[in-house]
C-alpha cells in the first residue's frame, strides 16, 4: 500500500519559516521524482517545487525561487520543503506527490500518488 504523509505545517508570522516532510512507504521511493504542490481556499492545485530521483535536478515555481528548498533523502524515503520569508500569500494547504517517472515535472497530471496534505497558515 503506498502513503504520503505530510508533517511539519503550522501556523508562522511572515517573514517566518517552516520545513515540511514527506514520509513515503510502498514503493520503491528512489526511483521517482517528488513534487510539492499547495492549494488555497478556492483556487486549483498548483506546483510549488519537484525533485529528480536522485535529488540532482530541482524546478521551482516563480513564487517559490528563491525562498523555497525541496531536497530529500533516499535512505530515509523523505522528501521536504523548507520555506522561509514567508508571506500570507503563501497559506494553503501543502500536498507532496510522487511522479510518474525519475525526471521532474510541474503538471499535476504527471503525478501519480499524494499525500494527505498539511496546513500552512501565514498570518500575524
Known amino acids: 500500500q503506498v502513503l504520503l504523509v505530510e508533517s511539519g505545517g503550522g501556523l508562522v508570522t511572515p517573514g517566518g519559516s517552516l520545513r515540511l516532510s514527506c514520509a513515503a512507504s510502498?514503493?520503491?521511493?528512489?526511483?521517482?521524482?517528488m513534487g510539492w504542490f499547495r492549494q488555497a481556499p478556492g483556487k486549483v492545485r498548483e506546483f510549488v517545487a519537484g525533485i529528480s530521483w536522485s535529488g540532482g535536478m530541482t524546478d521551482y515555481s516563480d513564487y517559490a525561487k528563491g525562498r523555497f528548498t525541496i531536497s530529500r533523502d533516499n535512505a530515509k524515503n523523505t522528501v521536504y520543503l523548507q520555506m522561509n520569508s514567508l508571506k500570507p500569500e503563501d497559506t494553503a494547504v501543502y500536498y507532496c506527490?510522487?511522479?510518474?517517472?525519475?525526471?521532474?515535472?510541474?503538471?499535476?497530471?504527471?503525478?501519480?500518488?499524494w499525500g494527505q496534505g498539511t496546513q500552512v497558515t501565514v498570518s500575524s
Open positions: 510502498g514503493y520503491i521511493f528512489s526511483a521517482y521524482a
Open positions: 506527490a510522487t511522479g510518474t517517472g525519475p525526471r521532474v515535472v510541474p503538471a499535476l497530471y504527471d503525478y501519480r500518488y
